[in-house]
């Protein structure tokens, strides 16, 4: 058997000093090249961006201003977002279109405002604002999304890391702290294709969830729907409606829905919606109104204009996916070519969304992030994808393929194997 495709645990020291010295003169050879890629991030690429070009120019003069209403967007009103665009989000994702809001351009930012709403004014239901309950948790599945723990963090809301399975959460755990802990105020969700691992929840997970009858009487779940119509295949992903099950348990006032088109148009310049019951609509909408007197309506009446119905948007995504599948095709081909029968890394092939979720041999994560950095290769920082940095295992990793072009990926994904081959020997040794 080859050396290069021995299992790492049947070598000798020998074999693995040699796997360390071959690696590293691989290393030594790219960095003198001066390669540098940027994977840390869940970017749209260019020919992304430009299959929605026809944004830019859809409003064209006064009369594509006004809305079906005869509304003038150019002007003040309309707080919580145009008919229309609300049916147009209510269509796409199965929700009431009057329990929708459509706010700003991006939904981390409306849940950063919910987040910080709940912290000053408290939720429908609560007794009092969460700053005035002394300490405060949240429950993360992880591995998660960074974001969601970082604004955790900012606030100073205390993380209770449980595991994610491939299901989603492992709701045993999720039971046992929110059911028995009053300060337990939310949990997070990202259910379809999740951040970073690209699962998504079972219809018994999303029921479990909904089914639940917290401590706290202002528990919420965040239910960060970011990846909702980003399949990579030709097939639809089936993620059950959370609102469908909260309404045969009494529990739709747990609830803030989040979506957005951040990663279907433009981020940045896209639309964000929230979706909740209508007694947290009641509490939210008059401190929105304190923040705003209507956000832009130009933008909303662009994208309806653009894909006039959800058809559209779906469309949309099928030539968006046709250029980002074959980068997550390639990556995992790479893995499979170099990793393959080493016993010292696994990886998820997700059917959708933005990420894959890397995992190699325990305690070695750290090590591979520095050693791609010090070759160019730059990743999302190991322990990131869970609360406060800490991965117990030091093992995962998240992989973002959709920006670089496919020849800077054919580049990058052997370097990375390069470093995670050698970083895993030379854990091996030190054992």
């Known amino acids: 058997m080859a050396i290069e495709k021995k299992p790492f645990a049947e070598m000798n020291t020998e074999e693995l000093l040699a796997v360390c010295s071959a690696e590293q003169a691989r290393l030594d050879r790219w960095s003198d090249m001066n390669f540098t890629l940027d994977l840390t991030r869940g970017k749209p690429n260019q020919a ?6 026809g944004l830019l120019s859809i409003i064209a003069d006064r009369g594509d201003c006004f809305s079906e209403s005869g509304l003038d967007c150019r002007n003040y009103g309309i707080l919580d977002g145009l008919p ?18 459509v706010l700003g351009n991006s939904s981390l930012n409306v849940i950063y405002d919910t987040l910080v709403r709940a912290m000053l004014f408290g939720v429908a239901g609560g007794h009092e604002p969460w700053c005035r309950q002394g300490r405060i948790k949240f429950i993360c599945p992880s591995p998660g999304y960074d974001r969601h723990f970082t604004m955790c963090r900012t606030l100073g809301i205390e993380m209770v890391p449980v595991k994610l399975n491939a299901d989603g959460p492992d709701m045993d755990a999720v039971y046992d702290l929110a059911c028995s802990d009053p300060s337990v105020k939310g949990l997070w969700c990202v259910p379809k294709f999740s951040n970073p691992e690209g699962l998504t929840y079972s219809d018994e997970v999303v029921e479990a969830i909904a089914a639940m009858h917290p401590a706290a009487p202002d ?4 239910w960060d729907n970011a990846y ?11 993620l059950a409606n959370i609102f469908d099950y909260a309404a045969e348990n009494g529990t739709e006032d747990n609830i803030f829905y989040f979506a957005s088109t951040s990663k279907i148009t433009f981020p940045g310049s896209g639309l964000a919606i929230m979706a909740a019951s209508e007694r947290n609509l009641e509490q939210i909408r008059p401190i929105i109104a304190t923040q705003t007197i209507g956000y832009d309506k130009i933008n909303q009446m662009r994208h309806v204009k653009f894909f006039k119905n959800a058809d559209g948007i ?9 250029i980002i599948r074959p980068k997550f095709e390639l990556v995992e081909k790479q893995f499979h070519k170099h990793l393959d029968g080493l016993g010292i890394a696994h990886w998820t092939e997700p059917r959708g969304g933005y990420f894959i979720s890397l995992y190699v041999k325990e305690g070695c994560a750290r090590r591979v992030y520095q050693l791609a950095r010090s070759v160019g290769v730059t990743l999302t920082t190991a322990g990131s994808t869970y609360p406060y940095g800490r991965d117990p295992h030091d093992s995962n990793l998240r992989i973002a393929p959709t920006f670089p072009e496919p020849e800077e990926l054919e580049q990058a994904i052997p370097i990375l194997c390069s470093c995670i081959k050698l970083a895993c020997a030379e854990k091996m040794l030190r054992a």
């Open 228 to 238: 909702s119509v980003h399949e990579l295949y030709d097939e639809e992903v089936h």
């Open 48 to 53: 992304q961006l430009d299959l929605s070009s």
């Open 219 to 222: 528990f919420r779940i965040f």
């Open 84 to 101: 229309e665009t609300k049916r147009l989000f209510s269509e796409l994702l199965g929700l009431p279109a009057n329990r929708i809001l």
């Open 314 to 322: 779906r469309a949309h995504m099928k030539r968006q996916a046709d």
